[in-house]
């Protein structure tokens, strides 16, 4: 975390980039492959802090996961020898989720109806996220579980035991990990669950559960709300291979980096682009950013394809609703854009980027500032006045990898030259990250090259 970076402002940025695979796929990946029937491989897996938590912590409840040897860089593989519910037991000590709120969050839920006690915790920037979003709801299950400080933040206690079916629970925050905390609880419920949320959030967990033999509907209701309802499979989940896509969210650190550049053409390969997470793509859109997709497929029930960026003039617009939802991850590269497009840009309707791995609202702010942006702070999200250009700063990441990220991105973007302290944080998510960005330091004019 300590480690510091020095970014210098790219001439020219060309050629090809593989990101890494998804973390929200990759954790889901081996949580269910843990539950599975049999052995599941997850190819292309993120393998990032993030998810050698949750890798971490199955294997302290039991999950037999090999590594498989020989994969290349970006390519890695791993085996997960499920054996059903029974294959996962008491674990001997915390489990300790790290700074990952989708293991932590997500496996409370899982935990809920499985035998035994199970505490989770994590890094103190994890300890002082909100867990009564997912402990209140999984009470409504009758689950037993309690959490520090009154039920709201972790360390989490989980007693597993029954859950209680034909409920409806809402879930109140648009929150991907807790309507999945719950899906993953209801599992082991009674009779069929049904989760609402007030608007979408991501589905992996339904597209993931659904390919394993679940019964999962998923309706639309008024104003955006969406719907959820499981019905638990008689036996174990159902084994299944995954091909990991891309992490649209990591992509989208290339993508601003090329669209403001003005030398700039990059093709992001592979890159997964199921609706629920391109809002950055309809923002850096709706901005004039020239991206294309191309060669659009399918992999293991998600969609991708191949992103092709140029150097774009972009203006500044207004963000919020399902679309600041949709590209959550995202805003502070949206506010980075937003700093160098022409004209105002407004992020709203996204206090949720609180309660992130830092305060987002806070700290894009601040790091914005110090390159020299004009920002303003609201309660629900930020106000970025354009067009002025930003001169090489010396900041700090506070600890948030995506905040490294960005602030890498504004040092190529800006004159002169960048220092990031805290820049080892990326190995939460994209630890490849200094590499790639080395390779357009290095070789002057090379631009990116695929690994
Ligand atoms: C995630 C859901 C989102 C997102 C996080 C990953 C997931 O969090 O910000 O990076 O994998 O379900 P919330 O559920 O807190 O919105």
Redesign the pocket.
Known sequence: MGETRTVRPASRLRGTVSVPGD??VT?RALMLGALGAGDSRIERFLDAADTRATLGCLRALGATIEEVAGAAPGEGVLLVRGRGRAGLGEPADVLDCENS??TIRLLSGLLCGLPGLAVLSGDASLRQRPMDRVVRPLRALDADVTASAGGTRAPIVVRGGPVAGGRRIETGVA????K?ALLLAALEADGPTTVIEPQA??DHTERMLAARGVGIARTPRAGGAVEVTLSPPPGDLEAVDVRVPGDVSAAAFWLVAAALHPDAELTLRGVGVNETRTGILDVLGGMGAAIERLEEREVGGEPIADLHVESSELRGMRVDGELALRA??ELPLVALAGALAGGETVIADAA?LRV?ESDRIAETARLLRSFGAEVEERPDGLRIAGGAGLRGACVDAGGDHRLAMVAAVAGLLASGETVVEGAGAVAVSYPRFWSELERLQGVPGAGLEAP
Request: proline share 0%.
């Open positions: 973390k929200s954790h709120g989708t929150s991907a990990q807790v999945s959030t991501r959550i991850d949720e992130k």
